[in-house]
């Protein structure tokens, strides 16, 4: 059953870090563009990163290039984001999606099929 979970949320202090992990079945881990997308309170939910599933090309959003970043454990299933440097406007619940439709640009999530249940990332000043 194609499925992705993600953990590693919490609450952090302006200028800390955090990782967040979405463990995903074999199948979408070995097949799919996986996307980290978050939604703040009363607002569209964004893309922030992308990564193919080879693993060579990571896309991400202008608003956390520098800070995050994303990898994949192929022998886990596991991918991450690694956040730095966190502000205020980097709170919400972040979501890991598998993408199914090539032919949309990858931070459109019309692209992706399959969603985890997100995790709450909440940044304080």
């Known amino acids: 059953q194609a499925q992705l979970v993600e953990s590693g949320g919490g609450s952090v202090q302006a200028g800390g870090s955090l990782r967040l992990s979405c463990v995903a079945s074999a199948e979408l881990a070995s097949t799919r563009y996986i996307a980290w997308f978050r939604q703040a309170p009363g607002k569209a939910r964004e893309a922030v990163a992308s990564?193919?599933?080879?693993?060579?090309?990571?896309y991400y959003a202008d608003s956390v290039k520098g800070r995050f970043t994303m990898s994949r454990d192929k022998d886990k299933n596991t991918l991450y984001l690694d956040m730095t440097n966190l502000r205020p406007e980097d709170t919400g619940m972040y979501y890991c999606a598998a993408r199914d439709n090539l032919d949309i640009m990858w931070y459109d999530e019309a692209a992706y099929y399959v969603w985890g249940q997100g995790t709450q990332v909440t940044v304080s000043s």
């Open positions: 990564k193919a599933p080879g693993g060579l090309i990571t």
